[in-house]
């Protein structure tokens, strides 16, 4: 089994633009420097690669971000509230796509699995992942390798 180098930031980054762009018709901003992410509940979703490198994608944002992403990549009504199940497929089929676009960078011979969502109060340390921008509001993406 040939071994492939773990996605680094610039990759994920590269892959998050690409899906917010095409999507949710919005940029994917980096979060400002120096300023701390704040988030109290939300949603975390997660999809594992397997094969020349095995780890897993984790995507976590806030529960108003999880409703908007939803919202924009729906196109409904804003004022609109949306069934909980919507909201954890919308939240799950962006990180699936930005996971078939990591796998497909990364090259070798990789599956990807089906993207897994649940609830969380826990966000992931800002400096362990990428943060970024939604509508004002983090969204953190973290690369997770299995452990050795």
């Known amino acids: 089994m040939t071994r492939v180098a773990a996605p680094d930031e610039a990759l994920v980054h590269a892959a998050i633009e690409q899906v917010w762009g095409s999507m949710l018709f919005s940029a994917a901003e980096p ?31 806030d529960s108003g971000v999880a409703a908007q992403i939803a919202i924009a990549m729906l196109g409904v009504d804003p004022d609109e509230a949306l069934p909980e199940d ?10 699936n796509i930005v996971g078939g676009s990591v796998k497909g960078a990364l090259g070798g011979v990789l599956a990807l699995g089906l993207p897994g969502v649940s ?24 690369v997770v390798p299995d452990a050795a």
């Open 31 to 61: 979060w400002p420097a120096g300023v701390a992410p704040e988030f109290e509940t939300g949603l975390q979703a997660q999809i594992e690669l397997r094969g020349d490198w095995n780890g897993r994608l984790v995507l976590t944002c």
């Open 86 to 95: 919507d909201v954890h497929d919308a939240v799950g089929e962006v990180l």
């Open 119 to 142: 609830e969380t109060s826990a966000s992931p340390a800002s400096d362990e992942c990428l943060v970024v921008a939604w509508r004002g509001a983090p969204v953190f993406v973290q």
